[in-house]
């Protein structure tokens, strides 16, 4: 008896703590107190939109009532994950993934999950299925360039060249070019580029491109490009509009997620603050869906790329704690985002510590008239790092031209860096409301070759090794001759092995070069080494092979 109920006690602790260890308060940098509104990007989430706001519906009760028509929901799926592209009939499809409630796993059925197309005449739903795709889970859905669309799913991809079906399903095919994989290939995400090629992200930070989206994806980091934070990373997503890249990764363990931005796709920068946290999906009245988890983000955009609407898998209570038949269940919403305004720099030289002011046209749009609608002394303008903290550039002067407006500032305090390549403006409307925005630098050229080595191999000659290594441009225009350099990691130092020319590349083409290398090599043995490709002193690109200890 006393058995039985120690017995009974460790597995209901052992439940307790399984529980319990799907969720940890992460602790806040304390610079993150400092920041100002529209910093973080959880400041750009607006008011969830509905019609219908009903109690009548399963749902722990932080959830109701909610309105039952944003999104997909019903009491026969519990939905999951999905992103929406209008199509060319003018209905909005969103690609969601589900199965059924009742199934005797609960939560835990996600594994034979089916994806569907479901449509509606707006963004915001309710969304109808209309067609079951096949199996598969965490759908994510692109156009290529041809026209045709793909639909990713874990371990597999469907295809079809109407985007109310049929679908074809295959699989993708991944190089990792001598790169380990980082924690496997499942979530990714897809960011289209300028010639119809696509950059992926996986679920553990490594960066991959495609020449067309389905051809082959080909591994171009050695790392994660996360934040270097203690998380437990996934459901990344990645898009760019005519700015820049941007994607955000969710740490589930934390229940937080973070934002980065890149120039190229393939370095990155992280933003200070939160991307989202539980309690975003916010009504206008101030009602909160509190929602226990938000997951697998996907973006909505407009025509200039710009990110205008976030759609989350959520869910009412622990995963586990989500039978069959009872209350619990997961959908998927739409929450509305702030768009930020179209910025243009007039000025076409370079911003350096001696420019004086500061140039920079502000758009009007359906809705926005510049010149009646900002709050001008709130402006702020200069390196992220400066106007998240409330710094930067103050207004000089403003003047209308057409039904923009024209803004001068005054330089002073700008920050922006040679490593710059989108400067932001931070403000309010004259109603207290949030503004912000984005704009490139004239000087920067933000396509650039991407030149990428693998890993060599060594072959013995007269007085020493020869080292032969693969060399592939993976930017979208011709690269310059550059210089290439292996160097042998010992005790901590690096030691010159090969030095040599790397020629000028076409997109996408490959070489394979011969460089004398100092010392022998055994054959067919790969020591621990760095690859550097470098111009001058700018390095394009590094690769560090660790095969040893």
């Not at 969720?23 to 993150?32: A, L």
């Not at 702020?380 to 710094?391: L, Q, T």
Request: proline share 5%.
């Amino acid at each position: 008896m006393i058995k039985t109920k120690l017995f009974l006690l460790t597995i209901s602790l052992l439940i307790c703590h399984f529980s319990f260890s799907q969720v940890t308060e992460r602790e806040r940098p304390k610079e993150w107190d400092q920041l100002v509104k529209g910093a973080k990007f959880m400041d750009r989430f607006l008011p969830i939109k509905g019609n219908t706001l009903s109690s009548d519906t399963w749902g722990a009760e932080c959830v109701l009532p909610r309105y039952v028509d944003n999104g997909i929901e019903d009491r026969i799926w519990s939905y999951w994950g999905g992103n929406i592209k209008k199509g060319e009939d003018g209905k909005y499809h969103l690609f969601v993934c589900g199965w059924l409630e009742c199934s005797p796993k609960g939560h835990m059925e996600w594994g034979n999950s089916y994806a569907f197309n479901a449509v509606c005449d707006n963004p915001i739903g309710p969304f109808k299925l209309r067609n079951v795709i096949g199996k598969g889970h965490n759908p994510e859905v692109f156009q290529l360039k041809d026209g045709r669309y793909v639909l990713y799913v874990i371990d597999g991809r469907y295809v079809t060249n109407d985007i109310n079906g049929p679908w074809e399903y295959g699989k993708f095919d991944f190089n990792p070019r001598d790169r380990k994989i980082i924690e496997g290939l499942s979530n990714l995400s897809f960011a289209q580029r300028e010639d119809g090629s696509y950059v992926m992200v996986c679920r553990g930070g490594g960066i991959w491109i495609s020449e067309t989206g389905l051809s082959e994806y080909n591994q171009i980091t050695d790392r994660r490009v996360y934040p270097d934070v203690d998380g437990r990373f996934e459901d990344p997503v990645i898009w760019k509009d005519h700015i820049q890249y941007h994607m955000i990764v969710n740490d589930w363990y934390g229940r937080i997620a973070f934002y980065l931005r890149s120039k190229d796709g393939i370095q990155w920068v992280v933003d200070p603050g939160e991307a989202y946290v539980p309690g975003i999906a916010v009504h206008d009245d101030g009602l909160v869906e509190d929602w226990f988890k938000f997951e697998r983000i996907k973006m909505f955009q407009d025509s200039y790329g710009r990110a205008i609407q976030a759609n989350f898998a959520v869910i009412d209570t622990l995963k586990h704690e989500d039978k069959p038949y009872d209350k619990h269940s997961s959908k998927n919403i739409g929450i509305p985002l702030n768009p930020g305004l179209l910025l243009t720099i007039i000025d076409q030289k370079p911003i350096t510590s001696k420019t004086k002011t500061i140039r920079l046209r502000i758009q009007a749009e359906d809705g926005f008239n510049p010149q009646t609608d900002i709050d001008i002394l709130s402006l702020r303008f200069g390196a992220s790092g400066e106007v998240n903290y409330g710094r930067g550039c103050t207004v000089q002067k403003t003047e209308n031209n057409g039904n923009d407006l024209l803004v001068t500032f005054d330089a002073n305090g700008h920050g922006i860096t040679e490593e710059e390549f989108a400067p932001k403006l931070i403000g309010k409307y004259k109603s207290g409301k949030m503004l912000y925005g984005y704009t490139r630098l004239p000087s920067v050229e933000y396509i650039e070759p991407i030149l990428s080595a693998r890993e060599p191999s060594f072959v013995k000659a007269n007085k020493g090794s020869i080292c032969n290594i693969e060399v592939q441009n993976f930017g979208q225009i011709a690269s310059k001759d550059a210089s290439l350099k292996v160097e042998y990691l010992e005790n901590g130092r690096k030691i010159t092995m090969a030095t040599g020319k790397v020629p000028a590349l076409q997109p996408y083409e490959k070489k394979v070069l011969n460089f004398p290398c100092k010392g022998t090599v055994e054959e067919g043995k790969t020591p621990n080494m760095v690859i550097t490709i470098y111009s001058g002193k700018k390095t394009l690109s590094t690769f560090e092979i660790k095969t040893e200890g």
